[in-house]
């Protein structure tokens, strides 16, 4: 591995947060606008957040500056 650190990539940055354990959390697309087409059932699971799986996770962990 480089020697030297590397920068967190910010655009990542601004869409995702760590939690605690490591896990990357992320929010959910298709909420910006025209929500009165979706049933109430989907807004409500829109509205929390989600945690990425497998290998995309550690890979976004990493661009986070998670080591």
């Not at 920068?7 to 009165?36: D, E, I, N, P």
């Amino acid at each position: 591995m480089n020697k030297h650190k590397l920068k967190t990539k910010r655009a990542v940055v601004k869409r995702m947060k760590l939690t605690k354990t490591g896990k990357v959390k992320r929010g959910h697309a298709f909420t910006s606008h025209l929500m009165v087409r979706r049933s109430r059932k989907r807004k409500r699971k829109l509205r929390h957040a989600a945690v990425l799986p497998g290998k995309m996770g550690r890979n976004m962990a990493f661009c986070l500056g998670a080591r």
